[in-house]
Nanobody
């Protein structure tokens, strides 16, 4: 059975930092693209970042580039999202997701719990106060 378990969310002030973790089990970790997708109230989902484990290729949404960093600890089958200089617009539920396929398919995530990602976590809330 596949599990993606997020942790590390919380409440932080503008300009602060958080590190999200995603512990992955039940899949061949190195064969997947692991990403973070967020959903803010009354907004469409946004693919924040992804990491192709095998090649270490990364991608960031323009809204977070330069502030967020995605990384992995392959020995722990865990992906991290370091979020610095947080802004109120970063407030959302952040979901970890895993998928396999052409890498650029993952640049756009139209819906939660749907392609291009095959597996999803339950999400962790990030709230940035102004």
């Amino acid at each position: 059975e596949v599990h993606l378990v997020e942790s590390g969310g919380g409440l932080v002030q503008t300009g602060g930092s958080l590190r999200l973790s995603c512990a992955v089990s039940g899949i061949a970790f190195a064969d997947y693209i692991i990403g973070w997708v967020r959903r803010a109230p009354a907004k469409e989902p946004e693919g924040v970042s992804y990491l192709e484990i095998q090649t270490t290729t990364t991608h960031y949404a323009a809204s977070v580039k330069g502030r967020f960093t995605i990384s992995s600890d392959n020995a722990k089958n865990t992906v991290y999202l370091q979020m610095d200089n947080l802004k109120p617009d970063d407030t959302a539920v952040y979901y970890c997701a895993a998928g396999a396929g052409p890498i650029h398919d993952f640049d756009y995530v139209p819906k939660l719990f749907d392609s291009p990602y095959e597996y999803w976590g339950r999400g962790t809330q990030v709230t940035v106060s102004s």
